[in-house]
């Protein structure tokens, strides 16, 4: 290892042949405008200072590389194992620089200077170029376009060209403005920047040093150092055929900068994770998917490695078509993909790589493995209208193919249905139960397409026999028949009791599907005009419930009615997976909140428990956070004993059947912030 202190204008051979290339290991371009706005400001700030005789000296951090010889007998070559972001960002300076003097004959002396640190101008090709990034979302297409003054190409997801158009026009404000000089700009990049360059040689383990360096700027995802690790693991000889082949495949097709879902990860860290829980029937930590990933490589030669990788790749075309039914060329199954993504379905994606590649391989017929994603949908779909929590998911799914027991391959679902109707899948009883208390109604998007989902498979299945149904024009939205907002009509016309009515507003039997245009046009209108309005709608929905045999009056009672007619039609398109009547009447045994266990005995004890840590998280701002959201269930006063005491002196009303136990905890539990799977109520 050699190390020297070196200037920028030295790093680019002070404008003569020199061409740096990143080796497969690397990253794309991830810097952004937190990192753009901190060199800016670093260069400016050396700028105010600069002085020609003696120029002051700003250390940017190290450039780690692997001489490569010579190409085209004279081209020095280094393979940039650490360093691409700042010097990707300083070209892309000089780059803007150049482009902003075009057509200056003032400073046309100085714009040879700057394209002279940005290309070997007597070479073509790639080594035309003094720098060549990565492949990865269309970093070097697009570098490139800009270096020769060209357009980046369209649709590609680099973040090259947002770095430039942002440097750009910070440069030209300061420019136009004089506050810069570019002569004096240009002496500060090339003669007060400077690195550590550090030279290793070929014989040094260069993944090993990526993977342990810290530098300023974006740290290393769980992406970057699986990357980091094949290259290890390779021999030399194999490493550009592998990646080629097998794992720049992946990581084009599931892309570390889009996030899957509300887990926020990137997507190719959340394919490893859902395809390590799918190996192990344990899904980890996303921070553990790198650790897994060598741990599992450690026990392989190099050529079960590559067998391994082979495997991925074939698993990632899987998630790919999860991700994004409309990748699946089979109508049926990309329907039903469709459908399972609307239900928000990633948790079960360990056991539907798995159906996946058993249809693929021929383990598993089409009639059975669509079989199996309706099970899986009816038992998402049942959960949803119950309003259960998804951290038992994350555990059960994995373990799911070490359940099926016995299987049986010629009916494979129907070993599915009875194991799914053991997994805490709500009966027939609970879900009358809930559909008469439980808000499904949220204002978030997620909640509104699932409800509609729900909505429009009643409306379809109403319509069979029919030889065809209604389809709406545009994106169906949710209706409230008792509106949000109640006017002075329908306080009237509910009567003394419409406070109670009120609580009633976004549980299944007040909601109903329409376009956007209708809900605008139904709005707070009275329900004598509803009733009409939507007899005449184009939904057999709306046109059955609400035609000639539709309810007088729309109260508390009629809501309950309808949600109880809804429910029927949903326990016959999504039934009951199996016999599993009594579960609703099981004790519970555990809440877990935030990863922490806490037994219980009883239902009372689920909402004391569950309150009590909500105040604990919530501190000063439990009145504010929570109460607000259900004041008549909290008191200074209590009045009897059929209140719990909390430690912040407010007593919580805990006198209340299961059903409204489970529906109040959801509540207080969303409304001080905890996320949804991270919380559950474990039955014996």
Known sequence: ??????????????????????????REYAWEKT?????????????????????????????????????AGTVPVFRLVDGQQRLTSISLILCALERLLDGSDTHASLRRKARRMLVNQDESGDLHYKLLPTLKYGDRASYCAIVTGKQPPEGVESKVPEAFAYLTAQLDNRIKSDDIDPNRLFNVLMTSLQVVFINLSQSERPYEIFESLNYKGKSLSQADLVRNYIAMKLPAERQEPVFTELWSPVEEMLLEKRNVGRSRLGELTAFLRHYFAYMSGVLINEEHVYSRFRDRGQTMSATEFENELTRIKRFARYYDRLLRPHHEQNAEVREQLTRLSVLESGTAYPFLLFLYDEWHQGQLGQDQFLASLRLVEAYMVRRFLNRDSTNYLNKMFPTLV??????????????????????????????????????????????????????????????????????????????????QTLTPTWK???????????????????????TQDWNSMLSNDSYAVKRQKLAGHGLSLNQIYFGDQAP????????????????SKITE????????????????????ILDEVYPVYSWRDVLRRTAEVVVQWCGEKFEEMVIAKRPTYFTREPSSDAWH??????????????DSIKEISAVIVEAAGIPEDEYDVVLW
């Not at 997976?577 to 555990?590: C, F, M, N, R, V």
């Open 645 to 658: 005491r909390l430690p912040n002196e407010w007593w919580v009303y805990v006198n209340l059947s299961a």
């Open 402 to 483: 070490k359940d099926l027991k016995e299987v049986d391959a010629t009916d494979f679902a129907a070993s599915l249905r009875q194991t799914l109707g053991t997994k805490n899948e709500p009966s027939d009883v609970r879900l009358r139960q809930s559909a008469e208390t439980i808000d499904l109604y949220r204002g978030d998007k997620i909640t509104r397409q699932k409800l509609a989902l729900v909505l429009n498979t009643v409306n379809r299945h109403l319509s069979a026999g029919s030889g065809a149904y209604t389809v709406l024009s545009d994106d169906p939205t949710i209706e409230h028949v008792m509106p």
């Open 35 to 71: 990192e753009w706005q901190t060199l800016l400001t670093d260069i400016f700030s050396v700028y105010e200072i600069y002085d020609d005789e003696h120029p002051p000296e700003h250390f940017m951090g190290s450039l780690v590389v692997i001489n490569d010889g010579t190409q």
């Open 1 to 26: 290892m050699k190390a020297d202190s070196l200037h920028m204008v030295k790093v680019f051979s002070s404008g003569g042949d020199v061409h740096y290339v990143l080796p497969h290991f690397q």
């Open 492 to 514: 009237h016309d509910l009567g003394e009791s419409w406070e109670q009515d009120y609580e009633l507003l976004h549980t299944l039997g007040n909601l109903t599907l329409v």
């Open 552 to 567: 007088d009056f729309w109260n508390g009672q009629s809501i309950r009615n309808r949600a109880q007619w809804l429910m």
């Open 573 to 592: 398109i999504w039934p009951q997976l199996a016999d599993t009547a009594a579960s609703w009447y099981e004790k519970p045994k555990a809440v877990v």
